[in-house]
């Protein structure tokens, strides 16, 4: 697992602190390693993925998939549908 030091332990991505940013990143990072899926394909195992709009580019919709996953952790996780 490669993480970026400057963005890692200094920039708040996602969440509301430092360190429920580096907590996201961490399980985010958890989550391909144990699935061994990208984030296209991680996004759509979790039902969160944008899908495949046109227009958008494989690198692009990869990068919209990994805020969905970031987001979705953000958010607790919360089932797919919007039920808790
Ligand atoms: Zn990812």
Do not use: K, R
Not at 4 to 10: D, G, M, T, W
Request: proline share 5%; aromatic share 6%; glycine share 10%.
């Amino acid at each position: 697992m490669i993480l970026n030091a400057a963005l890692y332990f200094y920039t708040v991505s996602y969440g509301t602190s430092l360190a429920d940013s580096q907590n996201i990143t961490l399980v985010h990072e958890e989550m391909h390693i144990v699935t061994n899926l990208d984030d296209i394909g991680l996004a759509n195992l979790l039902q969160i993925g944008v899908g495949a709009p046109p227009g958008m580019s494989q690198a692009q919709i990869a990068a919209a998939d990994s805020v969905s996953i970031a987001s979705w952790l953000a958010a607790g996780c919360p089932q797919p549908g919007g039920n808790h």
